[in-house]
């Protein structure tokens, strides 16, 4: 690997482990979801974030580098967290929410990539139409969260029957 691919490869790498950790996310929210449009939903967004990490990864090895395989600890520490509190609470409104924060995390790190002036045209043209992807459906997961339907559960679970 070259000196010049090794920024490059450093901030893909960072991106690969947040979508791993996205899709991780999504796909734990997808079994746990009690209602089927969400567990699709969850389901589609976890394949989605596996595909942006691959085509990551293909870069990271094209540009001579050894691509990250792996989420972060912190997230996963954050899921079994989150695990916890569903399953005491049973509340979809949660672990929407869950869903839309670790969203915000992934957003924020595309955002910063994007704005890396020390990447190469390539790499941030690659960056770029990962994102596209990345905030397609991020988009949707807000619209579910202030859908009527999105509402209804966060109602009932501030005004319990």
């Known amino acids: 690997m070259s000196n010049a ?11 690969i482990q947040t979508s791993i950790d996205s899709a991780d996310g999504y796909r734990e929210a997808s079994t746990e979801a009690d209602n089927p449009r969400r567990r699709d ?14 085509e990551l ?29 569903h399953a005491l609470m ?9 869903v839309e924060t670790a969203e915000e995390t992934l957003r924020a ?14 790499t941030r043209e690659t960056i770029r139409r990962a994102w ?3 905030e397609s ?13 999105g509402r209804r559960d966060a109602d009932s679970r501030l005004y319990p029957h």
Request: charged residues 30%; without cysteine.
């Open 57 to 85: 990864q293909s870069t990271v090895r094209a540009l001579g580098g050894d691509p990250t395989a792996d989420g972060s600890i912190l997230a996963k520490a954050q899921r079994a967290f989150a695990d916890v509190k």
């Open 5 to 15: 691919n090794r920024h490059d490869i450093h901030v893909l790498n960072n991106l």
């Open 137 to 149: 459906g991020g988009d949707e997961l807000h619209g579910l969260r202030h859908s009527p339907e």
């Open 41 to 54: 939903l969850f389901g589609r967004r976890s394949f989605e974030r596996r595909q942006v990490a691959e």
């Open 109 to 122: 790190r595309f955002e910063k990539a994007l704005e890396d002036s020390q990447i190469s045209a390539t």
């Open 90 to 98: 049973r509340d979809d409104a949660g672990m929407i929410g869950a």
């Open 132 to 134: 596209t992807r990345v």
